[in-house]
DNA sequence: GCTTTGTCGGGCAAATTGCCCGTTGATCTC
DNA sequence: GAGATCAACGGGCAATTTGCCCGACAAAGC
């Protein structure tokens, strides 16, 4: 960048928090707001036309979900430095974004100085977790719970999130391109996996762990 | 107040809001934030301390719900004037929180005017909601998803939510005296009444309702 | 009176589950 | 590089559950 500052796109589709962030990020001299966007669609193209240093991410948007277009810029750019901002505490929300490409994690209830430092990390390419997530993430792997999420394997951690979501077996297959039958064989695994033995223990599984996202659905 | 200005306390627990708060309320000369609440207790004992005459409040609070301090703060004075600033669009948690004795309620993804008109409103005892709120509450009126509701039986109703909660058809059975067999209909009877084919669909139409309180699960 | 409505259950074909199996291909190991 | 392991896939089939029908009975409404 010609004025040495480190040049930021937010994307967060609330504008009382864009307020918050102008006010925040104009105090520091080397940050510089170039863009915004509120939705998914609308990051990426501010992304194409102005290639901010960092990009600065809520997961909740409308439309397109934030790890949707976390991907979508890394695919266009795979050194593109995304910061994730956002509510959610959940560490399962961080490793989703991590996994998607994201840089760094830190939730909005972190106090300011976190932001900054984290975005003054991620432009140094370096990774960085909010404590809270960090820690978060470390009690995680200690729960009993959480081995059997870790049983799972990829492809039956992706079915049981769409069936808790309330995808029908066939839907499923279609869009994963398998039959019908595998969905079930797998959705039957993933039961006996996780200790449940009805398709309402496991919604209530999912919620527990947080898989899916209840006031978001529909 | 002797300031003449609409005095103001602020309850969100993060800190990016709060800046985007002050932000946007220093540039109106008729408001002024005497106070800031990050949690749901904080608020209430702020509530007391300084008895601002708008109490700006967002609902998902750590601990104690937004829900539950609006209805406290209410019944130490029933004339507070609360207005909900939050993200959440689904118009059940609207109709809650007023219910609970909130004037106003406006989303957070409503642009800034919207909110300081809300603010004026909910000073001047009106109460008011956000266009997209206003929008669902009406949809829903008419929605057939209450309508569903209201055409359960009580028996209906009540072996719904036990299903919901997770009970086997034979618990309730067991529970209520009645067989298997009847439970089995009844519950054929309610998914074509609130229009799931799913289990899990089921749950998500529980869950939405707020039938059942999927924290309080086991 | 008579009709409606809620609760209760039987019956039965169709669909789904529970649990087994084998195949493939990728990765790991020795 | 031969052999073991394991994820992903899907077939088979008995056992269960469902979807959707039916009728019985009692209470409430006109």
Redesign the interface.
């Known amino acids: 960048m010609v004025t040495g500052k480190i040049s930021i796109l937010l994307v967060d ?12 990020l104009k105090k520091q001299p080397d940050l510089e707001v170039i863009a915004e966007a509120i939705d998914g669609n609308q990051a990426y193209q501010q992304y194409k036309l102005h290639t901010p240093d960092v990009t600065i991410m809520d997961l ?1 948007l ?1 439309g397109q979900s934030g790890v949707e277009t976390i991907a979508r810029i890394k695919q266009r750019n795979p050194r593109a430095k995304i910061l994730v ?1 956002t ?1 959610h505490q959940n560490p399962r929300f961080a490793a989703q974004a991590i996994n998607a490409g994201a840089l760094g994690y830190v939730t ?5 100085e976190v ?1 900054l430092n984290a975005i003054h990390d991620v432009y140094s390419g370096r990774r960085t977790l909010s404590p809270d997530i960090a820690q978060a993430l470390a009690l995680e792997k200690t729960g009993h719970e959480t081995a059997a999420l870790e049983s799972l394997t990829s492809r039956e951690f992706e079915i049981l999130r769409l ?2 979501e ?1 995808k ?1 077996k066939e839907e499923i297959a279609q869009t994963l391109s398998i039959s019908a039958k595998t969905v079930s064989n797998c959705y039957y695994l993933v039961k006996s996996k996780i200790g449940v033995n ?7 599984w999912a ?2 762990m947080r898989l899916i996202d ?2 978001r ?2």
């Open positions: 589709d609330h504008a009382i928090v864009r307020e918050g962030y102008r006010a925040l909740s409308p901002f509510m909005k209830s972190s106090p300011p932001l069936l808790a309330g029908s009805s398709d309402i223990g496991l919604v209530h919620i527990k209840i006031y659905l529909k």
